[in-house]
Every structure is written in C-alpha cells, then in structure tokens.
C-alpha cells in the first residue's frame, strides 16, 4: 500500500490515528526486508518495514523492545495535530483506543509486528477506493472521523460544539 504523503500519520494509520508521522512502506517491501535476529514476543519482525522500525525505536523509551502504555502515551502527547493541540483528556484517550487495538495478544505490551500490522490494516480501511494508495482526501476524511471518536470518548460526545 503505498501512501500519497510522504510521511503517513501513525495514529491514523493505527485506526486512531491523528498525526505521527510515520511512512508506511508497501507490503512488497516490507516482505524484502532481510530477515533479522527475532526478540521474544517479536515473531515476525522481518515483516515490520524500516520506516515503522525507526519510528518504534525512537518511541520505545526504554529501549526494551515494546511499547508500553506509558510510551505509547507520551508519544501521543509530542505528536503534531495541525493548527490544533490535544488537551489532556484527547491524549488518554487517543493513546487508550490506539493501545488496545494494536495489543493483538493482550499482552500489555506492543511489539513492532503488533504496530506493523495495526498500520497495514488501518491504511486498508482508509483507503477507500481501493486503489492502493491513501490519498490526502482519504487521509483528511480518516483523520475528520478518528478525531470524531476521540471526541466522543467512551462514553459518547464531548464537545458537541465542536
């Protein structure tokens, strides 16, 4: 899948995603990637492309391998929106939808095959034309309706003015 941006917004394309500039690079060449020393939890790490693993590096904090809520929180927080900022409430909640989904195993933790696959399914759905590439209207629309859902919350609208 290939992205008409040259940066693609990791959260968005994790389903929740706002804005973390992180490419995606087609399934194709994530699949040339050569194989590489496999850590715990990480199975399929040789399918994790070189821009998601440069992005989970600088993410994982504490350089253990996983991102845990913690860094996956503070990540949201540094991430640039636009003209608007995230309040603090926007953040939890970003940072709470977009751990739960890409946790696959429920393990606390997200390795970079988690991430990977988090974002190749979400650029799936986004793109919605089918064409193989996220377009900027495709982006604008996704990025209209995932902050939607954070405004909602759990426990429906927040500002409904807004």
């Given at each position: 899948m290939?992205?008409?941006m ?5 959260l968005l394309?994790?389903?929740?995603g706002?804005a973390?500039?992180?490419p ?7 699949q040339k ?9 990480a199975?399929t790490a040789?399918?994790?492309?070189p821009q998601?693993?440069?992005e989970?590096?600088r ?5 253990d ?7 996956v929180?503070?990540?949201v ?7 608007s ?10 940072s ?20 990977q696959?988090l974002?190749?399914?979400t650029?799936?759905?986004?793109d919605t034309n089918?064409?193989g590439?996220v377009s900027?209207e495709?982006?604008q629309a996704?990025r209209a309706e995932?902050l ?6 759990p426990?429906?609208?927040k500002?409904?003015g807004?």
């Amino acid at each position: 899948m290939r992205i008409a941006m040259s940066r693609f917004p990791l959260l968005l394309a994790a389903t929740v995603g706002v804005a973390l500039s992180v490419p995606l690079a087609a399934p194709a060449a994530a699949q040339k990637t050569p194989a590489r020393k496999v850590t715990p939890g990480a199975k399929t790490a040789a399918k994790v492309s070189p821009q998601v693993r440069a992005e989970f590096a600088r993410s994982d904090t504490n350089k253990d391998g996983f991102l845990s809520r913690t860094e996956v929180t503070e990540r949201v927080r540094r991430m640039d929106v636009g003209r608007s900022k995230l309040n603090g409430q926007q953040i939890t909640d970003l940072s709470t939808l977009w751990f739960a989904r890409a946790d696959t195993n429920k393990d606390g933790k997200i390795s970079p095959a988690e991430m990977q696959a988090l974002l190749n399914a979400t650029a799936r759905r986004y793109d919605t034309n089918g064409d193989g590439v996220v377009s900027v209207e495709e982006r604008q629309a996704a990025r209209a309706e995932t902050l939607n859902e954070v405004r909602r919350g759990p426990a429906g609208p927040k500002n409904p003015g807004r």
